[in-house]
């Protein structure tokens, strides 16, 4: 059903905002379409509006074609639904999103870090707060050659990660995906069982 057309205010008469988006959408009828495209033939106010309303009828069309939005996005799509003026506003708020958005599913680079330092008067090893590392430890003096794993526990000794270690050569090596804050933590290096067999310090920062 096409949107209907009210000509009584005669020739001071311009189509309302939702006639000009019924036009951009290709929802009018027959007949209000050739009044409106005639009209639009002589009103350069109506064809301005017009360019602004298909200006603003395209974000909207690509934006639907785009992945999920999130919830900030669907909060600029309810403030921009009725404001065909915002049409730019709201392109460049979509690039922006979709750019943080595809950044944030780039995986972070390991940051080696080698541990050396028992516990003790020893200086804690460096490694940088916020990304994942791999963890080098040295292995001399270890009889046991496979089922290491290490336990990464704060200044409180609560735990914050648990993984398996690989042995490579005279280091043994964990990935630990999962950033640290700043602070100082405890490295702990367990054999098959549970007994543990090393402990180094970390100052994350």
Same mark, same amino acid.
Request: hydrophobic share 45%; proline share 7%.
């Given at each position: 059903?096409?949107?209907?057309?009210?000509l009584?205010?005669g020739?001071?008469?311009?189509?309302?905002?939702?006639?000009?988006e019924?036009?951009a %959408?290709n929802?009018?009828s027959?007949t209000t379409? &050739?009044?409106v495209e005639?009209? +639009? =033939? !002589?009103?350069h106010r109506c064809? *301005?509006?017009l360019?602004?309303t298909?200006?603003?009828?395209f974000?909207m069309k690509s934006?639907?074609r785009a992945?999920?939005p999130?919830p900030?996005?669907?909060?600029v799509?309810?403030?921009a639904?009725s404001?065909?003026?915002?049409?730019?506003?709201?392109?460049?708020a979509?690039v922006a999103?979709?750019i943080?958005?595809?950044?944030?599913?780039?995986?972070?680079?390991e940051?080696a870090v080698?541990l050396?330092? %028992?516990?003790?008067?020893?200086?804690l090893?460096? &490694?940088?707060?916020?990304?994942? +590392? =791999? !963890?080098t430890m040295?292995?001399? *003096?270890?009889?046991?050659k496979s089922?290491y794993r290490?336990?990464?526990?704060d200044?409180?000794?609560e735990?914050?990660?648990?993984?398996p270690?690989?042995?490579?050569g005279?280091e043994l090596v964990a990935?630990m995906?999962?950033?640290?804050?700043e602070?100082?933590?405890?490295?702990?290096?367990?054999?098959?069982?549970?007994?543990?067999?090393r402990?180094f310090g970390i100052?994350a920062k």
């Open positions: 059903m096409g949107i209907g057309l009210d009584s205010k020739a001071a008469w311009h189509p309302s905002e939702e006639i000009l019924g036009y %959408l929802r009018l027959e379409l &050739a009044v005639e009209h +639009l =033939l !002589l009103c064809q *301005d509006a360019a602004e298909e200006d603003f009828a974000a934006a639907a992945p999920a999130t900030l996005l669907q909060g799509f309810r403030f639904n404001r065909a003026t915002l049409a730019p506003l709201l392109v460049l979509i999103i979709l943080v958005r595809k950044h944030s599913h780039e995986p972070l680079t940051v080698s050396s330092s %028992l516990r003790g008067p020893s200086p090893a460096a &490694a940088p707060a916020g990304k994942p +590392l =791999l !963890l040295e292995s001399h *003096d270890l009889a046991i089922g290490v336990e990464v526990v200044a409180s000794g735990a914050v990660w648990k993984g270690v690989t042995v490579t005279e990935s995906p999962n950033p640290l804050g602070g100082v933590y405890w490295v702990r290096l367990y054999g098959n069982g549970s007994e543990l067999l402990e100052s």
